[in-house]
């Protein structure tokens, strides 16, 4: 039988990078705001936004002087990404036992020792993207949703990073007032949660309405929504929502309420450190985004010489313990999801 070898960087990140063999979780919110990708190669990451105006230039007779207007006000944030290096071990005795796992107990002729190691290696280094990718899906989404992100765990002290929201872009409706109450105009409450973004410093057009489970039913049975459909009202067709069933998906679009605001149904969910199911997102919420979100996807340093110090996505590295004999695998990364114009987001609880 041949030797147990340990795989190089190079070979291991041909197996992380493989999509066909570790197609990635679901990514709606990375995909959706978080277009860019910037690596910082040292610990922290600095993020900064020069703050913009709507000053009208200043009157002046032709023979007076220019006045000036341009300020540079830059605004300076330096924040210490959280770390994550999952890791786990490929003990001896695991090898020379058939498995479950990998078709082997289904096998006509059972996998070697060296077959089973080689592909335990590659299920670890799936196991460990996913939840490397879930962990940036997460940051991404509470980015958006809230604004800022709690960074908290075990082994991490609690910390916030504000991304400095307006306060007004995190709305709770109150009893009377909510979507399906009696009198309430779902197109209206809308339509004042879109200005409001659209009016907003650094804010901007909305181009996506994305709804949890439980607006979704009431939006179903809104007269105001029907009518927004009906031909005689819409000839030109610019909404266009599938009022009927959800075919289950983690997010599903579902139609357009007007020429260029789309709206998806959202449920995805992640499981915390016990194993519980934790929603991405209230079922009671809705969330407005628009382009100008411009998101980046941000990676701080790998702490580990073999990585060089420098910033990567994820690092695999695998390593021999002697007593007892294992392999160990482990993938590190440094992120942070950043919204860059967080005002061009808005999250409403619309239902009770």
């Excluded at 190691?117 to 958006?144: C, F, P």
């Excluded at 410093?201 to 007269?223: A, Y």
Aim: with cysteine; charged share 25%; hydrophobic share 40%.
């Amino acid at each position: 039988m041949a030797d147990f070898s340990i795989y190089d960087t190079r070979a291991l990140y041909g197996v992380i990078r493989d999509d066909e063999v570790m197609r990635p979780p679901s990514n709606y919110w990375l995909g959706l705001c978080f277009p860019e990708e910037i690596s910082f190669e040292e610990e922290y990451i600095d993020f900064s936004k020069l703050t913009d105006s709507r000053k009208l230039a200043p009157l002046v007779v032709p023979t007076a002087q220019g006045r000036p207007i341009y300020t540079a006000a830059e605004r300076l944030s330096r924040v210490k990404p959280a770390y994550v290096k999952p890791k786990d071990p490929v003990s001896a005795n695991r090898m020379i036992r058939r498995t479950a796992g990998f078709g082997d107990l289904a096998a006509d002729v059972p996998m070697s020792p060296m077959e089973r190691y080689n592909a335990t290696i590659g299920d670890i280094l799936r196991q460990h993207r996913r939840s490397i990718e879930r962990r940036w899906e997460w940051m991404a989404a509470k980015a958006v949703i809230d604004g800022k992100v709690t960074l908290e765990d075990e082994a991490y002290p609690e910390t916030l990073v504000d991304f400095e929201r307006a306060a007004g872009h995190t709305i709770t409706l109150a009893s009377g007032s909510r979507w399906g109450d009696s009198g309430v105009s779902i197109i209206k409450s809308l339509q004042g949660m879109i200005n409001t973004v659209r009016r907003a410093k650094f804010g901007g057009p909305v181009t996506r309405l994305t709804v949890g489970t439980d607006v979704w039913e009431v939006m179903q049975q809104d007269e105001g929504i029907k009518a927004q459909l009906d031909k005689n009202y819409n000839f030109l067709k610019t909404s266009t929502l599938n009022l009927g069933l959800l075919e289950g998906g983690e997010a599903e679009r579902v139609g357009n309420l007007s020429q260029n605001l789309e709206v998806w149904v959202y449920s995805d969910y992640y499981e915390d450190s016990t194993g519980t199911q934790q929603p991405f997102m209230s079922s009671k919420d809705i969330v407005l985004t628009g382009t100008n979100v411009r998101g980046i996807r941000c990676f701080g340093a790998i702490q580990d010489i073999k990585a060089g110090l420098i910033a990567k996505p994820m690092f695999p590295k695998m390593w021999d313990e002697q007593d007892p004999s294992a392999t160990i695998v482990m993938t590190q990364s440094a992120p942070l999801m950043v919204p860059v114009n967080p005002n061009n987001t808005l999250k409403a609880t619309v239902v009770g």
